[in-house]
């Protein structure tokens, strides 16, 4: 863990969105958890990527 600063990074991004959650794959992020279920849109996950 880096001193003094942040030790995980956090991103939100909906379930569908193949295109962003590769991206955020490429750069480390894993999924963590449904932070929200919208009707219209489907579910947000939350990912995680630990510094």
């Known amino acids: 863990m880096p001193t ?3 030790s995980r ?3 939100s991004v909906w379930e569908w969105n ?3 959650r590769r991206v955020l794959a ?5 999924a963590a958890e449904t932070i929200r279920v ?4 489907g579910h ?8």
């Open 9 to 11: 990074l956090r991103a």
């Open 44 to 51: 947000s996950l939350m990912t995680v990527r630990d510094l």
């Open 4 to 6: 003094g600063g942040v």
């Open 38 to 41: 919208d009707p219209e849109r």
């Open 18 to 20: 193949t295109a962003s």
């Open 26 to 30: 490429r750069l480390g992020f894993t």
